[in-house]
């Protein structure tokens, strides 16, 4: 995943730039305070989010496109799961696969936040190849969890080669919480419900 390598390098270069600083604050070369020291993360955060934003927006997306900036974009009841694009910027992203139709086919899907929550949630008789990355946060896909800086994590079905129904997701979320899970038992989805 060259997107993963981008992001581990990005955070790599702010704990650098961060530890040079308070290198050169410790050693009175610089003066530098804590208000300093949040403006500069800020600053430094933001630079490689916009990049990414700039490179995602050039190129082409697939299938059906869903965007939300602000606020809580929910799609699953009577939404039929082709190639789709899925877009939030501050705020939630639910894509409940339990009330949506997923016909037979591979499916991919491309689920992408900035500031927020990420939730997936899938029927447990749906094959499901999962690759997922959050800049700062946790992301926990059916059991597997990971959590810090530039987590990566990755699952498929082992039915998935074989399935005649199945969804590739391809989950990115900067930072927050990104969950890809079964409905509870006895529910028809585990979401807050629909929108």
């Keep these: ?7 581990q390098q990005s955070v790599a270069i ?3 730039a961060l530890g040079v600083a308070l290198l050169l604050d410790a050693l009175d070369v610089l003066d530098v305070s804590a208000g300093d020291v949040v403006l500069v993360l800020l ?3 933001a ?3 916009g990049l990414s934003m700039f490179r995602r927006a050039r190129h082409p997306m697939h299938g059906v496109f869903h965007d939300r900036f602000f606020g809580r974009l929910y799609v699953g009841e009577g939404w039929r799961a082709d190639a789709a694009t899925l877009r939030t910027g501050f705020g939630e992203l639910v894509l409940d696969l339990t009330r949506a139709d997923v016909p037979e086919g591979e499916h991919a899907i491309d689920a992408q936040g900035l500031v927020g929550g990420l939730e997936v949630i899938v029927p447990r008789d749906l094959a499901l190849s999962v690759d997922a990355e959050v800049i700062l946060g946790a992301i926990h896909v059916l059991g597997r969890s990971a959590d810090g800086l ?4 990755t ?3 082992p ?4 399935a005649s129904r199945k969804v590739r997701l391809n989950a990115e979320l900067a930072i927050g919480e990104l969950q890809v899970h ?6 028809e989805s585990a979401s807050a419900g629909r929108p």
Excluded: C, H, K, N
């Excluded at 079964?182 to 529910?187: A, R, T």
């Design 43 to 45: 600053a430094l955060v």
């Design 150 to 153: 530039a987590r990566v994590l």
């Design 159 to 162: 039915d998935y080669a074989t």
């Design 155 to 157: 699952f498929t079905s």
């Design 1 to 7: 995943m060259q997107e993963s390598r981008f992001w």
């Design 47 to 49: 630079i490689p989010v």
């Design 14 to 16: 702010i704990l650098i």
């Design 182 to 187: 079964y409905p509870l038992p006895g529910q």
